[in-house]
């Protein structure tokens, strides 16, 4: 079958926008015509006119909590897909912190399954490093690897055992694996519920410190150095991890990292008070950390943006701040988020922004996918740059109501997503 999505305006290699015609055949991507050539569209093609939209290659989410199987009450792969796709996703890659816990083959299996019978975005499962994420005994990672698993990580918890690290480096190396971590020195946590620092204070709240991320983030540096493992670092929050994954990359040690959209615009100084739905993990920061985060983006330090879309029941969510679970949800409000904040007030480029959430994810983690040329699957969002919306939870595709953004005004809303040509969300 033949697609066209019609005058699409899409970013060339320069970063400026360029009105194509996108044509579609069989889930790729065919060609890309001059809109002025005299063509015509071929006979019986299905048309989508983007006059006047943004079309980039589909959002990539490497960090991401789908819950299912076991808190399927929170989201499930169905619909945690859908809020996806409707948030400009094609391709998603989730935490293996369900119940069971994805440590064994049949769990990563169930998982490819259930998304492949979605059949909405692309799902790619991690498997955990340790069985049960206990930190205790590594898992099986070359059967885990054999099932479809694209990368090894015990998120929700950092791995306490430098050794147990070390190990699962090793092995993950001889496999060509990468080590994702979520960086927690539980030592230093106990009892947090919010960063260390004026919010705390004031609630008398027990702080989370900045240490307590980068003192793993500095392990597991020389542990990957040690090892040769690629090595990517979970949602980067402090000027201190920054620092030292700068540092890394100076040297030549093969890091990654992200960064999440709420880190990268809110503080501890905008918490409003004792409301949960602003409780995630890590915490939000103070204005320094926040515009440490910034500048690693900007200077490729922090190579790709992520959601670490974390949806909770909203009886959950009203335990309070102390008793509360840690996460906010993600999909729905990551590009207008930044695309509102950032872009259109002139402090980032388009290119730069689209490309930290689709070319970069795909080079760092070398997907077949994250670009919009001849030959790529036709993974694809259409972006209204224009249309002043306010965000309504009520309105999500998740099941996840848990967003500090409530009530926000944003534009760049995607409103029509192709998953290899397949049309998987439209407004
Ligand atoms: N980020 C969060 O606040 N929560 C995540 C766990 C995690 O990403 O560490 C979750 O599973 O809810
Ligand atoms: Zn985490
Ligand atoms: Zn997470």
New binding site residues.
Partial sequence: MIQIITNASVLNEQGEQVSKHIVIEDGIIKTLVEPDAGWSAPEGAEVTDAAGKLVTPGLIDM?V?LREPGFEHKETIETGSRSAAKGGFTTIAC?P?TKPVTDNPETVQLVLEKAREAGIVKVLPYAAITVRELGRELTDFEALKAAGAVGFTD??VGVQNAKMMKDAMRRAKELNMPVIA?CEENSLVEGGSVTEGKFAEQHGLIGIPNESEAIHVGRDILLAEATGVHYHV??VSTEQSVRLIRQAKEVGIHVTAEVCPHHLLLSDEDIPGLDANWK??PPLRSPRDVEACIEGLLDGTLDIIVT?H?P?AAEEKAKGMEMA????VGFETAFPLLYTKFVATGKWDLAMLVQRMTSDPARVFGLNTGRLEEGAPADLTMIDLETEKAVNPEEFASKGRNTPFTGWKLKGWPVKTWMDGKVVFEA
């Fill in positions: 960090h909590h935490m912190n998120d929700g979520h979970c949602h995630m993990n670490d974390a909770h679970p840690f996460g906010i």
